[in-house]
Structures are given as C-alpha cells and as structure tokens.
C-alpha cells in the first residue's frame, strides 16, 4: 500500500511512501516519535490497530479507544453473549477470553452441522494458528487445551502448567501473534516496542512469522532499537528528529532500504554522549534508577528489569563500542554471589556493591550518619540502635539466611556440571547419582552457618550487610525513624533530597556509596 506520513517541517507538507509493507520509526527521547506515530493511526483511524506487549500485561481504567482494537472485539463479544467472562483485568487477558470464545463457537457450529449430517471440514481456528507459532518458536514446548483453559508442558507433555508460569517473552510470543491474526483486512498495525520482552535471540523469527501471516497488512515498529530497526531488510526507515508543536509538523529523515544507521544516528537515539550506566528495576518503582541518577550523574542510567538482562546488555553493548564510542557498565545486586562470581562480573565491567542489595547501600554507617547529621540528629546513638537491631535481625535468621547461600551456590555448581556432553543416559544417571557426595551440600551449610556465626560473634555490621538479603531490614531496623521520618519510603525520600543538594551531606553519603562499588576519588572503578 502507500503510506502517507504526517507533514514534514521543512514544506509542511505529508510525503508519501509507496509501495510499503514495513517501516521501522527510530528516534530519541522527547522528538516527537509517540506524536508521530499517533498521526499515522489518527490518520488511519478505520485501518489503525495498535500492539504494545508492555501495555497489554497491565491492567488499565482506559481501554483501547479504536475500533477493531482487542478491547474493541471484546467489548463486542461481552455485550452479545453470556459465555465470555464481563470482566478481565488486561488486553492480554480479554485477547485470551476472546480466542477462547471463538474455539468454543466454532467447535459448537461443527457439532451442529455434523448432528444434520452435513459434510465439514473440521474448522481451523485462530487459536490453531497461536498454537502453530508457538511452539515453531519454543520447540520443546507444547500447549494444551483442557475445560476451556490452555495449559503448558515440555515436549514429553510432562509438568504441566498454566501461564501464569510463562516468561514474559513466552506470553510476548501468545499476544502478538494471536493480536495480529484480529486485526481487520488490510489493517495499519503499530507496534510499541516489538522487542519488549523478547529475546534477542527469537525476535526476527518471531516478526517475520508474523509478517507472514498477515502479507495484507502494513507494519510500522515503534523502536528504540537499532538492532531490531537493522533487522527489517524490507523495511523503510524513518528517523524522527524534532516535532514542532506550534505548527504540528515533524523534521524526519526517510532512509533508503538496506542502508547502515551511521554512528551520529545511534548517538542521537541514544539521546546522549555520556556513557551508560544499567542498571536492574524500573525507572518507576524501583529504588535502584532513581538512586544511581544521583549518585552517577556522569552516566545516563538506563534501568532494564532483571540482573541477567543488565549482564547481557552491557556484554552486548560494549560489542558495538566501535559503532557508538561510549562506555558502557552495569549495576547488578550481590546477592548471593560467591566473590569468584563477584570477580567475574567486574572483570566484565558489571559492578557489585559490597552488600547484598540496593536496600542495604541505604543502611551503610556513612550514609545513615550522613541523613542524621543533615535531620540534627545524634548519628552515634542512631548508628549504635540501628547496628544493634540489624544483629538481632541476623541472630534470628542466620540459619535461614545459611541455606539460601547454600540453595544459590548448589545451583550454580548443578548449572556447570549438568551442561557438559554425556554419551547416553546411563552417564547422565550416574552423573546427577554422584553429584550430591561431589558437592556436599551439608557440609556446605555447616561451613557457611559457622563463617555466619563468626561475623555474629564478631559484631561485623559491614559483613552482615554483605551477606544479608532481607527486604524488610530497612523497616525492622528503624532506621527511618531514628532519623526524623515516618516509614522507609520517606526516609528513601529523604536520602535522594540530600543528594539532589549537593551538600557536603550529599558528598558523605555520595563518597560512602561509591566506596561500596570500590570506587576511588578518581571515579574509576576498582576491579579485584
């Protein structure tokens, strides 16, 4: 089809791609890339349909406005029968009823027309085709429909589950190919993101699959992604630049297909020339992003959800170094970690603080003597309180906290046995037999609980936050109210208002957070 784009600035104007089956929108932050995109839909209203993965996962007040949308076919569905549910939380889930409801019609139609002996062939349904796809993408997988609901299994059609216990790139791969077979004739679907979720490893299968279903239809890939905007060989490339919003117009470059996003291109998607720091959490809810902005305002910090995804991005993104010229590190939590494991990460340019979690930098000496100082506090008495209940916290959980140690080193040493060649299953038997006497997993314990009980019997603060993972230490010791504040959100508050300051407070608490990552005065990081 030909696709006509929103008015350019320069002739204020739309130009007009012809021909069209693909375009990749690329663009910084604040551009006017969203706008952009709402134009295209706005202009296509009858046509538009829009997927975004990280939308449909959440319940939300605002349904999907466009007609022909998922909550669109729901809501007509809903009002024309009573055997679909009234109610579900997220378009994934009214996309799932909705699958379900046409397997169960179409199964009825052939039952009644089997019943007056009329020849049919047995129907193929939506959810056939879901089912096809899913499994072509996860071979060892198989789904299952039992009483109405689909369930999972391993090849063997073993353990089985709901998907409440999918990945979120497993549930990705169920949205958006059953979202795309309900897209209207000739339809102009936007996708938010098409990356989201995935893994790296899948995503160009799964999109050309996709594509493939529906060759009536146009794709526009909202992305940040320049590897994913590299991938679409047939697709036209439009770098959105600038939006004026006096006038409505946008600056945007169209580029040829099959040419290279040069290096002042990923620049300026980057949205910045500082090098990045990741880290895991969201930039919403989580205290990791909002924390590192101010202790690293050299960095960009960019958050992306878990620990594995922050290590592969950062070994991802340092393999393109010549492409974009930035450093690049990582921030991951030490949990559990052995300091071999610790060792290797920073070797690898990812940085592990010294205690077990984000929650336990806010409990460091110099940063609770620094908050207490900055609220004219007595910081001795407050430190001396605060270690004292921590120690209690320890006394009690230590055996607990043994076993966990015990549970991740145990997993880490199966992980790198089991993934070794065996020449038949009596090898592999006699393999996983031997393991337990090899590793010792309780005498591992008894080794752990009494390097536990050293650090207890030594009154080790610092160690204990080294190897304590407990969520609720930061409102069981009391630190925030020690301080002056009601409850921990407060106090977290209250740390980032201090750094915001630039205080000498700010500097303490600053200088004793960057000592926990072993970072000297010059900023470099320590590697050991």
Same mark, same amino acid.
């Given at each position: 089809?030909?696709?006509?784009?929103?008015?350019?600035?320069?002739?204020?104007? /739309?130009?007009?791609?012809?021909?069209?089956?693909?375009?990749?929108?690329?663009?910084?932050?604040? +551009?006017?890339?969203?706008?952009?995109?709402?134009?295209?839909?706005?202009?296509?209203?009858?046509?538009? &349909?829009?997927?975004?993965?990280?939308?449909?996962?959440?319940?939300?007040?605002?349904?999907?406005? #466009?007609?022909?949308?998922?909550?669109?076919?729901?809501?007509?569905?809903?009002?024309?029968?009573?055997?679909?549910?009234?109610?579900?939380?997220?378009?994934? =889930?009214?996309?799932?009823?909705?699958? #379900?409801?046409?397997?169960?019609?179409?199964?009825?139609?052939?039952?009644?027309?089997?019943?007056?002996?009329?020849?049919?062939?047995?129907?193929?349904?939506?959810?056939?085709?879901?089912?096809? %796809?899913?499994?072509?993408?996860?071979?060892?997988?198989?789904?299952?429909?039992?009483?109405?609901? @689909?369930?999972?299994?391993?090849?063997? *059609?073993?353990?089985?589950?709901?998907?409440?216990?999918?990945?979120?790139?497993?549930?990705?791969?169920?949205?958006?190919?059953?979202?795309?077979?309900?897209?209207?004739?000739?339809?102009?679907?936007?996708?938010?993101?098409?990356?989201?979720?995935?893994?790296?490893?899948?995503?160009?299968?799964?999109?050309?699959?996709?594509?493939?279903?529906?060759?009536?239809?146009?794709?526009?890939?909202?992305?940040?992604?320049?590897?994913?905007?590299?991938?679409?060989?047939?697709?036209?490339?439009?770098?959105?630049?600038? &939006?004026?919003?006096?006038?409505?117009?946008?600056?945007?470059?169209?580029?040829?297909?099959?040419?290279?996003?040069?290096?002042?291109?990923?620049?300026?998607?980057? *949205?910045?020339?500082?090098?990045? #720091? &990741?880290?895991?959490?969201?930039?919403?809810?989580?205290?990791?992003?909002?924390?590192?902005?101010?202790?690293?305002?050299?960095?960009?910090? $960019?958050?992306?959800? +878990?620990?594995?995804?922050?290590?592969?991005?950062?070994?991802?993104?340092?393999?393109?170094?010549?492409?974009?010229?930035?450093?690049?590190?990582?921030?991951?939590?030490?949990?559990?970690?052995?300091?071999?494991?610790?060792?290797?990460?920073?070797?690898?340019?990812?940085?592990? /603080?010294?205690?077990?979690?984000?929650?336990?930098?806010?409990?460091?000496?110099?940063?609770?003597?620094?908050?207490?100082?900055?609220?004219?506090?007595?910081?001795?008495?407050? %430190?001396? $309180?605060?270690?004292?209940?921590?120690?209690?916290?320890?006394?009690?959980?230590?055996?607990?906290?043994?076993?966990?140690?015990?549970?991740?080193?145990? !997993?880490?040493?199966?992980?790198?046995?089991?993934?070794?060649?065996?020449?038949?299953?009596?090898?592999?038997?006699?393999? @996983?037999?031997?393991?337990?006497?090899?590793?010792? /997993?309780?005498?591992?314990?008894?080794?752990?609980?009494?390097?536990?009980?050293?650090?207890?019997?030594?009154?080790?603060?610092?160690?204990?936050?080294?190897? &304590?993972?407990?969520?609720?230490?930061?409102?069981?010791?009391?630190?925030?109210?020690?301080?002056?504040?009601?409850?921990?959100?407060?106090?977290?508050?209250?740390?980032?208002?201090?750094?915001?300051?630039? +205080? !000498?407070?700010? =500097?303490?608490?600053?200088?004793?957070?960057?000592?926990?990552?072993?970072?000297?005065?010059?900023?470099?990081?320590?590697?050991?």
């Amino acid at each position: 089809m030909n696709l006509n784009l929103p008015k350019h600035s320069a002739n204020n104007a /739309p130009q007009t791609l012809t021909d069209v089956h693909q375009v990749t929108i690329i663009g910084a932050n604040g +551009s006017g890339k969203s706008r952009f995109c709402n134009q295209i839909m706005n202009d296509y209203a009858p046509k538009a &349909f829009r997927l975004s993965a990280l939308r449909a996962f959440f319940p939300s007040d605002t349904a999907n406005a #466009l007609p022909g949308s998922i909550d669109d076919i729901f809501n007509r569905y809903n009002h024309s029968t009573q055997l679909i549910e009234g109610h579900a939380d997220t378009e994934y =889930d009214r996309l799932n009823y909705i699958m #379900l409801y046409d397997e169960f019609t179409n199964l009825m139609n052939f039952k009644a027309h089997k019943l007056m002996d009329e020849n049919l062939d047995f129907p193929k349904t939506k959810l056939d085709t879901v089912i096809r %796809v899913w499994q072509e993408i996860f071979p060892k997988n198989k789904v299952l429909r039992e009483n109405g609901k @689909l369930l999972f299994a391993n090849d063997s *059609g073993s353990d089985r589950y709901s998907q409440l216990k999918l990945s979120d790139g497993e549930n990705a791969v169920l949205y958006y190919v059953g979202a795309v077979l309900y897209a209207m004739p000739e339809a102009v679907i936007l996708v938010d993101d098409p990356e989201t979720f995935i893994h790296r490893s899948i995503t160009n299968i799964l999109w050309n699959i996709i594509e493939e279903l529906r060759p009536d239809c146009t794709f526009i890939y909202n992305t940040h992604d320049l590897d994913f905007a590299s991938s679409r060989l047939f697709s036209h490339t439009i770098w959105v630049k600038a &939006f004026d919003a006096e006038n409505i117009t946008w600056d945007y470059q169209i580029i040829e297909k099959g040419k290279e996003l040069d290096d002042s291109l990923y620049l300026e998607i980057l *949205g910045t020339r500082k090098p990045v #720091l &990741f880290v895991e959490g969201d930039s919403i809810h989580s205290i990791d992003s909002r924390l590192y902005q101010l202790i690293f305002p050299e960095y960009t910090v $960019k958050p992306l959800g +878990s620990c594995n995804k922050v290590i592969e991005t950062v070994r991802s993104f340092n393999s393109l170094e010549k492409l974009h010229h930035l450093d690049s590190w990582g921030i991951v939590d030490r949990d559990r970690r052995t300091n071999e494991e610790v060792r290797y990460l920073r070797n690898k340019k990812i940085l592990v /603080p010294n205690v077990a979690e984000v929650e336990n930098i806010l409990m460091l000496e110099g940063v609770i003597r620094a908050v207490a100082r900055h609220n004219h506090k007595n910081e001795h008495d407050i %430190v001396s $309180k605060v270690k004292k209940a921590v120690l209690q916290m320890w006394s009690r959980e230590l055996r607990e906290q043994a076993l966990q140690h015990v549970r991740h080193r145990v !997993k880490h040493l199966v992980e790198i046995r089991i993934d070794m060649r065996f020449r038949n299953i009596n090898a592999l038997e006699n393999h @996983l037999t031997e393991l337990i006497d090899e590793i010792k /997993p309780r005498a591992m314990y008894e080794e752990i609980c009494r390097e536990f009980h050293i650090i207890e019997a030594e009154l080790n603060y610092g160690k204990i936050l080294q190897v &304590f993972n407990q969520k609720t230490i930061l409102s069981e010791s009391n630190v925030a109210q020690l301080c002056g504040y009601k409850n921990k959100e407060e106090y977290i508050r209250g740390i980032n208002n201090i750094l915001k300051s630039n +205080s !000498k407070d700010a =500097d303490a608490i600053r200088k004793s957070i960057k000592a926990c990552f072993g970072i000297n005065d010059n900023q470099t990081p320590i590697i050991n």
